[in-house]
């Protein structure tokens, strides 16, 4: 949710109060249409209180700057940089509401026919991509989701919270296969 426009340093002018976490800088950021109108990246306490704020780049002005700063093709190639007047080349896949909690995580399975969402309830749900259905979905954390990844043959999704743990899960199932623990604090890396 964009709450105000602000002048910040290095072309920031988004400001909103949406939950940012580490790692998430260079994401995207969407409107309620879910077009992409911004780049997240800074995140900050608004004056002397402690409420934490986001701020991004607006998209129009990344396109700006990509447009001054367009690299010199090699020869026989050639870049085309979108023009302000043309529709955003972006559109929207796929849509769905996840439902309690915010979303922490998400992957796609290799073969591109499931996607599984973590929240910060602690809950993973698994979706089917060709219809956009949630499959099944199961408690996994006593917090939040932090990060998801299928294995390559997408029968093991791991998980890691903002409760210490790494668990495996068998997909078929949902059955919990191990419980990895004796971290010092929440597991949050893309790369489980």
């Known amino acids: 949710m964009v709450t105000g426009i602000q002048d910040l340093p290095l072309g920031y002018a988004l400001t909103y ?25 800074l995140v900050r306490l608004e004056g002397n209180s402690s409420q934490i704020v986001a701020s991004g780049i607006p998209i129009s002005r990344y396109l ?4 001054v700063n367009l690299p010199k093709a090699p020869q026989g190639v050639s870049l085309v940089s979108p023009s302000p007047a043309t529709a955003s080349p972006y559109a929207i896949a796929k849509s769905w509401q996840v439902g309690r909690g915010s979303l922490n995580a998400l992957d796609v399975q290799g073969s591109q026919s499931f996607a599984a969402s973590g929240n910060s309830k602690g809950t993973i749900a698994l979706w089917n991509l060709a219809d956009g259905t949630a499959v099944k979905d199961w408690q996994a954390h006593s917090q939040g989701v932090s990060t998801l990844k299928f294995s390559p043959n997408g029968e093991i999704l791991a998980s890691g919270g903002e409760d210490n743990t790494i668990k495996l899960w068998q997909v078929a199932t949902g059955t919990l296969l191990a419980t990895l623990s004796g971290h010092q604090g929440a597991i949050r890396s893309p790369g489980l």
């Open 17 to 41: 109060n949406n939950l940012v976490r580490a790692g998430m800088s260079g994401g995207p950021i969407v409107n309620q249409q879910g077009q992409l109108i911004g780049i997240n990246g």
């Open 64 to 67: 700006q700057w990509r447009r």
